[in-house]
């Protein structure tokens, strides 16, 4: 399709909804409670308000708090989310793997309060990306067909190590690496390997993602409300790629991908 006659270019240049398109946020936040955060518009009705008023269906979320203090406290907040908007969020659980002992029990609480992946940021928690604490999670994950987002995986050989042991769960990248193709080997490689969006805000970040990665494997993550919603899928729209790809990216492609690894 001719870029000026992009459908979703126009819904961006006019503020309009995007109604009529299936829209799924793969990377965002809730709960205002954080040691390094305040944001005062992170409830999940705040969430939800905003989603509809850009024609957000669906979002896979995790809690602020978890990050630097009680990650029961913030996954407690994330299953409330899901209770309270169980049609609109799929809640993950966030772990610290400075308590690696506690997480099998932990994911395993989080599960029967109806959350189906796991959220990893082990930068903030001043923990090694590749550190044994961590395997726990994969492993859970693997056992159970589970979905994992982590801040940051370290150097693509360990991921590549990480998607083949643990060949059952899915891993996604939670933030654009950069316009260099580090992943981009990895992902082609793996299944179940997915790249995420979120931050990729720069002009031809998103053209140069769809380069060097399988378009079938890139998911529209935000970021909100550390990010606004719009900042981060305007880039999308605007893509001087095809309206077929935008729509996987903005929705089908996580659609699919959750359809996979249902995490239940």
């Not at 029967?112 to 992946?117: A, P, Q, T």
């Amino acid at each position: 399709m001719i870029y000026e006659d992009s459908k979703f270019r126009k819904i961006v240049m006019m503020r309009e909804k995007l109604d009529g398109e299936f829209v799924l946020d793969a990377h965002t936040h809730i709960g205002e409670r954080s040691l390094i955060y305040h944001l005062p518009d992170s409830s999940a009705a705040d969430l939800v308000r905003e989603m509809d008023r850009i024609g957000v269906d669906q979002a896979i979320t995790f809690s602020f708090a978890g990050i630097t203090s009680d990650f029961a406290f913030g996954n407690d907040i994330c299953a409330s989310a899901v209770r309270a908007y169980p049609d609109r969020f799929i809640g993950f659980a966030l772990v610290n793997p400075h308590y690696h002992t506690e997480i099998r029990k932990e994911l395993e609480r989080c599960r029967e309060m109806g959350l189906r992946g796991i959220k990893l940021i082990a930068d903030y928690q001043r923990y090694p990306v590749e550190g044994p604490g961590l395997f726990p999670a994969y492993e859970y994950a693997h056992e159970n067909g589970w979905m994992i987002l982590s801040h940051n995986w370290g150097p693509p050989a360990f991921l590549d190590k990480l998607a083949t042991t643990f060949s059952n769960a899915c891993f996604i990248i939670g933030h654009y690496p950069g316009p260099a193709d580090i992943y981009g080997e990895v992902i082609r490689k793996h299944e179940n390997v997915y790249q995420c969006t979120c931050a990729a805000l720069n002009f031809s970040d998103i053209e140069a993602m769809v380069d060097f990665t399988p378009s079938d494997r890139i998911i529209f993550g935000s970021d909100i409300p550390d990010l606004p919603l719009m900042f981060s899928l305007a880039p999308i729209l605007y893509a001087r790629i095809s309206d077929d790809i935008k729509r996987a990216i903005i929705g089908l492609n996580a659609k699919a991908m959750i359809e996979r690894w249902p995490g239940k």
